[in-house]
């Protein structure tokens, strides 16, 4: 299965996303859309599994929740909007990776790319960065990847100007 992961695109789903995108099979989203119907459009072009961030009202925040707890294909995912990262979890999200054990932690906020393995929890964190047009990030940027039988896979990097 192949995965697309976006964060930040603060009311932005435009053409290079899209045909960065088309070649997943699901789309997830780690906040901040910015809008509902940006959400609308993520899901209408393909599957999509997300969380609100703290840009986003009170529709998105009944649309979603703030932490998506899921399996696919054998690998247990969790994601949230504000998260951190290694050896600087927020206090919110260590106490998720605590109870859940995931081998994917994603989440967005920061606008600043990162990969990250966690020898600690033994788990791959990703921030995919900002893919919208606003915000502190200079280029916009998201990630995908194949899952197969448990394992992550063939990560690729996508990078635009703003």
Known sequence: ????????????????????????DEIWHAGDFGSVEVAD???EFKPLRAVYGNIDGGVMRRMFNDVNLFEVEGVKVLMTH????????????????????????????????????????????I??????KYGVHAVRTAVRFDIVDGDIRNLEIGEWPK
């Open 82 to 125: 504000i998260g951190g990262y290694p050896r600087h979890y927020s206090p919110k999200a260590l106490q998720h990776i605590h109870a859940s054990q995931p081998k994917l932690f994603i989440a967005g906020h920061s606008h600043i790319l990162k990969v990250i393995y966690d020898p600690v929890y033994d788990l791959l964190h």
């Open 41 to 43: 459009a993520i899901a």
């Open 1 to 24: 299965m192949k995965i697309g992961v976006i964060s930040d695109t603060h009311n932005t789903f435009d053409a290079p996303l899209r045909e960065f995108l088309e070649p997943c």
């Open 127 to 132: 921030n995919p960065g900002g893919a919208g």
